[in-house]
């Protein structure tokens, strides 16, 4: 007995010794962000006072990396700031709260009266939702979890109602309040949600799974490892998963779905300060970046559930494959089943039709707001296919042609589908006929008549594929096609867009490579010894400013050879320069002028425009602009506005009613009017307007310099676009850029952007979205402003 009170004694002792040098460990950890806080800003004083026995270009690299060290340090304590709890309170509070049962932590609120009481307390809380998709196409959240210094509560919103303005004046408080630390984990769909849901965007946003992540512990960053390390809480990934995916939507919901939930948030607070600690000891920079991944996932807007043609044919290929494994599994002798594993053409139809119905499913869904696996689930989909397939009772499919590589891609016409017979199988009335057939298998939606019309016939005319339609088809592809040729002809690069020349400085050391233009720049200036002509290559005649020695550090980005070729793709030929961070901003930021500036070739800079245009509007909508309020009114607008009506009143011209041709008279005469009150355009137009002719006060369209005026305008719509002053909205978000700071996170989004949803594969190996060195221009230099007037007069 003595021996086991020994033992029992020991490992209390051991336990009490194991959590007294945890506590040190993170008061250390705190003392040591002070101490580095407090040296940095000391080192700042001292160097403030030194600074000015240095001459002018030392001065300015001084001032920079000192910027950029107060900067890290604010982005520092953000991360790690603590507001209002110590350390030892938030282990302490989180050891004696494990004491209790958790039932008796969490208050389940399910009216307005419950939610007058409800009430947060700390500053750093934990945040879960679960989310049904039994509700609506979008689906809804259905409870909401938050776990502040001493309780758990669970907000029932089904219960209240998400027409509910005081919950929504709850929700509102919580989350837009920057003073208020909100801890997920994963939680970026979670953010989503809200602003769906909502309409809240969230301040102050944390997500442990990303910290994790950055971490890289060994057990990985997965909740349930979390969990079991750190808070001595162990579930199986089977029973987390079980309850996540249980029915949210059913009321009441039962004990065990309440503390699941309750739990979910729980731990969240406590999990932020260990993994705090855990992250304190990577690498300062990569500390940083997690900030500025928490400000993006903020920036993300919600985007319905729209399944593409390409995913939903992955669902029906995933969906035909389980059918598949369980009929192995159950050894299924079915006469269909065995039939298809020998008919790869046969399946090929099956998963076409499973794909119609798939559409027409989710069309109706969002018609109706209905949740799309209620109207059908996918397994029975892939049923109803195959016995629509049965029906059809096609006989020696082998000699029906069927080319395409990938059923997905039969919108784009690349197969020939031969299918005489199957049109004559298929009864005249065939509404009536898939509608008696399918009796039984579908569900509600099939019984509405405008969407089996809509989805069926699309079947049907697929299935008929008439010659009429592959022409009309393939002319639009061609059409298409041509554009892009023509557009690629016109604005693509004809001459390298890297020169790769080279400039030596005056004690012979190599400084950069340039184009052959800025080469000719300082040769012309008598700037400059030509040393080498394969490549141009130029020794300058004085002391460059801003250049450290060769040597002292790694390969810098102006000194390694660019290569001409799209750095997403690799492809050589048709490039055009793409600016990451867009010109409408970069234009108002003082900065490397080249740094954001890369190749890609035409589609590469298609899709990666369109994104950026997306992006715009999101910023836009952020600083409260209204950018597309501006865009319409903006010159460019109106001129091509104007160029449309024309062609459209040209194209309907012939036997035109005389009311709906003085309604263009009028349109037109309008138009015309706010031209002339454009002062852009009064400073750019070299058109004669006032030899327009007018009848009744009117515009005559028949008039010749009616006609004059439109081809001028047609011919020179790019220099209207040129000077369009719309940019200026970019100006506007830059001047609400207030300090370094915010410019370098700004800058650092657009990059990141660009890596995250382009993905290139050939950028410059010195390229980094971190990319800071502030670009200045020595009294020589080519792009210094006093000498930009010069180089333009040179072209």
């Known amino acids: 007995m003595k021996k086991l009170l020994k033992k029992k004694r020991e490992k209390q002792e051991k336990k009490r010794m194991e959590e007294e040098r945890r506590l040190k460990e993170i008061e250390d950890q705190r003392l040591v962000v002070e101490e580095v806080t407090r040296q940095a800003e000391q080192e700042i004083w001292i160097n403030n006072k030194k600074i000015n026995n240095y001459n002018s270009d030392i001065k300015q690299i001084i001032l920079f990396f000192m910027q950029e060290q107060l900067e890290n340090i604010q982005v520092f304590q953000k991360l790690y700031q603590v507001q209002g709890n110590t350390f030892e309170e938030?282990?302490?509070?989180?050891?004696?709260?494990?004491?209790?049962?958790?039932?008796?932590?969490?208050?389940?609120?399910?009216?307005?009266?419950?939610?007058?009481?409800?009430?947060?307390?700390?500053?750093?809380?934990?945040?879960?939702?679960?989310?049904?998709?039994?509700?609506?196409?979008?689906?809804?959240?259905?409870?909401?979890?938050?776990?502040d210094e001493a309780d758990v509560y669970i907000i029932d919103v089904i219960e209240i109602g998400l027409e509910s303005q005081k919950l929504i004046n709850?929700?509102?408080?919580?989350?837009?309040?920057?003073?208020?630390?909100?801890?997920?984990?994963?939680?970026?769909?979670?953010?989503?949600?809200?602003?769906?849901?909502?309409?809240?965007?969230?301040?102050?946003?944390?997500?442990?799974?990303?910290?994790?992540?950055?971490?890289?512990?060994?057990?990985?960053?997965?909740?349930?490892?979390?969990?079991?390390q750190y808070c001595d809480h162990q579930v199986s990934k089977s029973y987390k998963t079980n309850m996540q995916t249980s029915?949210?939507?059913?009321?009441?919901?039962?004990?065990?779905?309440?503390?699941?939930?309750?739990?979910?948030?729980?731990?969240?607070?406590?999990?932020?300060?260990?993994?705090?600690?855990?992250?304190?000891?990577?690498?300062?920079?990569?500390?940083?970046?997690?900030?500025?991944?928490?400000?993006?996932?903020?920036?993300?807007?919600?985007?319905?559930?729209?399944?593409?043609?390409?995913?939903?044919?992955?669902?029906?290929?995933?969906?035909?494959?389980?059918l598949m494994q369980l009929v192995v599994e159950n050894d299924d002798k079915s006469p269909i089943y065995q039939y298809l594993q020998t008919q790869p053409v046969a399946v090929q139809l099956v998963k076409f039709i499973a794909l119609e119905i798939m559409k027409v499913r989710q069309q109706y869904g969002i018609y109706h707001n209905d949740p799309v696996e209620c109207l059908e689930e996918n397994e029975q989909v892939i049923l109803i296919a195959i016995h629509i397939y049965q029906r059809l009772n096609i006989q020696n499919i082998q000699t029906y042609k069927l080319i395409y590589p990938e059923y997905q891609n039969y919108q784009n016409q690349q197969y020939?589908?031969?299918?005489?017979?199957?049109?004559?199988?298929?009864?005249?009335?065939?509404?009536?006929?898939?509608?008696?057939?399918?009796?039984?298998?579908?569900?509600?939606?099939?019984?509405?008549?405008?969407?089996?019309?809509f989805g069926l016939s699309t079947i049907y005319e697929a299935l008929q594929t008439p010659e009429t339609k592959h022409q009309q088809i393939q002319q639009k592809i061609d059409e298409k096609k041509q554009k892009q040729a023509e557009f690629g002809d016109k604005y693509t690069r004809k001459k390298p867009a890297y020169g790769n020349c080279k400039i030596y400085s005056k004690e012979n050391f190599f400084l950069c490579n340039c184009d052959e233009k800025k080469i000719k720049w300082y040769l012309k200036q008598g700037l400059a010894d030509l040393i080498s002509e394969d490549p141009p290559t130029i020794q300058l005649k004085f002391e460059a400013s801003g250049f450290k020695e060769e040597g002292s550090d790694k390969a810098q980005y102006i000194t390694i050879e660019r290569v001409n070729q799209c750095v997403i793709c690799g492809k050589e030929n048709e490039l055009l320069k793409f600016n990451i961070v867009p010109v409408v901003y970069k234009k108002h930021i003082q900065g490397k002028r080249s740094y954001d500036v890369v190749c890609l070739c035409l589609i590469c800079h298609q899709k990666a425009s369109a994104q950026n245009d997306k992006l715009k509007l999101t910023i836009a909508e952020k600083y409260n602009i209204n950018i597309k309020q501006k865009k319409k009114d903006s010159l460019i607008e109106q001129v091509r506005n104007l160029i449309k009506s024309v062609k459209a009143f040209y194209k309907k011209n012939k036997n035109l009613p005389k009311e709906a041709y003085q309604k263009f008279q009028t349109q037109f005469t309008n138009q015309i009017e706010q031209l002339k009150n454009q002062e852009q355009f009064i400073q750019i137009n070299k058109y004669d307007i006032n030899q327009l002719k007018y009848e009744d006060n009117l515009i005559n369209i028949n008039d010749e310099q009616f006609s004059g005026f439109i081809e001028y305008l047609i011919e020179n719509e790019e220099l209207f676009n040129k000077f369009d002053d719309i940019a200026d909205y970019g100006k506007q978000v830059v001047e609400q850029l207030k300090t370094e700071e915010q410019i370098e996170q700004f800058l650092v989004f657009w990059r990141d952007n660009f890596i995250n949803e382009m993905k290139p594969q050939y950028l410059n190996e010195a390229w980094a979205i971190d990319h800071k060195f502030k670009r200045t221009f020595g009294e020589k230099s080519q792009y210094n402003p006093n000498n930009q007037q010069q180089l333009d007069d040179q072209e």
């Open 416 to 453: 020939v589908l031969t299918l005489e017979y199957i049109q004559k199988q298929i009864d005249k009335d065939w509404e009536v006929y898939f509608k008696s057939f399918c009796k039984g298998f579908y569900q509600s939606f099939i019984y509405n008549l405008d969407f089996i019309k």
């Open 247 to 322: 029915d949210w939507a059913e009321r009441p919901l039962t004990q065990e779905q309440l503390i699941y939930a309750a739990y979910d948030c729980y731990y969240l607070p406590y999990l932020r300060y260990v993994l705090l600690q855990e992250l304190s000891k990577i690498d300062i920079k990569q500390q940083i970046k997690i900030q500025s991944k928490f400000d993006k996932a903020i920036l993300k807007e919600y985007k319905k559930p729209i399944l593409s043609d390409q995913e939903l044919a992955k669902v029906v290929q995933k969906e035909y494959n389980l």
């Open 90 to 147: 938030i282990i302490s509070n989180f050891q004696n709260q494990q004491k209790q049962h958790l039932t008796k932590l969490f208050k389940y609120i399910t009216n307005e009266n419950e939610l007058n009481q409800f009430q947060l307390r700390g500053n750093v809380i934990g945040v879960d939702f679960e989310h049904t998709n039994d509700i609506g196409f979008d689906g809804q959240i259905s409870i909401v979890q938050f776990k």
């Open 170 to 228: 709850v929700l509102k408080n919580i989350f837009e309040d920057d003073k208020i630390i909100k801890v997920f984990y994963a939680g970026n769909t979670d953010i989503q949600w809200l602003k769906r849901d909502f309409q809240i965007t969230i301040q102050n946003y944390c997500d442990i799974k990303e910290i994790a992540d950055q971490c890289k512990l060994k057990g990985g960053s997965a909740l349930i490892y979390l969990w079991k």
